[in-house]
């Protein structure tokens, strides 16, 4: 099984703020979906950003695709291969249109326009989100906000998805949808998610993050429950 993903040692603080990862490591390898659990503020959504780069860890190394990655150029490819899809939409969602958000990827990729509006319409179809096509991004709901930047970050077709609590603010019905949108993927995937259900659903392999690193092992409370 390959390892498209390599993080040893991982540490990172933000500026005059305390260390958030402290020693974080972890591998994921093609065919994982990898989940990764743990209190609020852990650290996840920052692991995230540092493993595309968006973040620049104090020391550590990153294997990313078969090249270590330390410098930005480095990572422009890591951002086309590894799609993330960020926990707030409102960080990923900017153009004024769903059509025209989901088509900034594959154009800035070097797609023609016929090219990406074809992408568009067939990642709106296997999302079931047609009917948001010439709608206004900001005025669509958190939860439909929510699956329109799943839908562009496929449009991209990266090898390696990212997903940054997937399941905020989706119904029932979605969350069940996004369940078998993710189980139908062929890529590997990081999942962090707070949702236990979900996590169990979809994980092929379960880590938390405590203390600044990623652990192999659920919190529990004294009860047997997981605490996060
Ligand atoms: N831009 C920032 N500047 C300073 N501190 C930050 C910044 N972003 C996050 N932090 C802090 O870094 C720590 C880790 O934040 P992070 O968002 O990675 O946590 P998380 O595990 O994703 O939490 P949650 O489960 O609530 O999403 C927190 O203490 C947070 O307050
Ligand atoms: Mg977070």
């Known amino acids: 099984m390959s390892e498209l993903l390599k993080l040893s040692d991982i540490h990172f603080a933000y500026p005059a703020g305390p260390l958030v990862l402290c020693g974080a490591s972890f591998s994921l390898f093609e065919g994982e979906r990898l989940c990764i659990g743990g209190h609020n503020g852990a650290g996840k959504s920052t692991l995230l950003q540092v493993i595309v780069g ?7 190394n990153i294997l990313a695709f078969g090249s270590e990655r330390s410098e930005e150029k480095d990572f422009f490819e890591v951002r086309r291969r590894a799609g993330l899809v960020f926990q707030d939409p409102d960080d990923q969602l900017f153009c004024p249109t769903v059509a025209e958000d989901i088509a900034f990827g594959p154009l800035n990729l070097g797609k023609s326009r016929d090219e990406a509006m074809a992408i568009v319409d067939d990642v709106l179809q296997r999302l ?18 929510r699956l329109v930047t799943l839908a562009a970050v496929l449009a991209m077709q990266p090898d390696v998805l990212l997903l940054d609590e997937p399941t905020n603010a989706l119904d029932v019905e979605n969350k069940a949808r996004l369940k078998d949108i993710l189980l139908s993927l062929p890529q590997a995937m990081i999942l962090v998610s707070h949702d236990h259900r979900f996590r169990d659903e979809l994980a092929t392999r ?12 659920e919190p529990r409370c004294a009860a047997g429950r997981e605490a996060d």
């Open 128 to 145: 079931d989100l047609t009917g948001f096509r010439d709608r206004i991004t900001h005025k669509l709901s958190g939860g439909e906000k």
């Open 54 to 60: 968006l973040l620049r860890p104090l020391s550590g």
């Open 206 to 217: 379960t880590v938390t993050m405590i203390d600044g690193q990623l652990l192999e092992r």
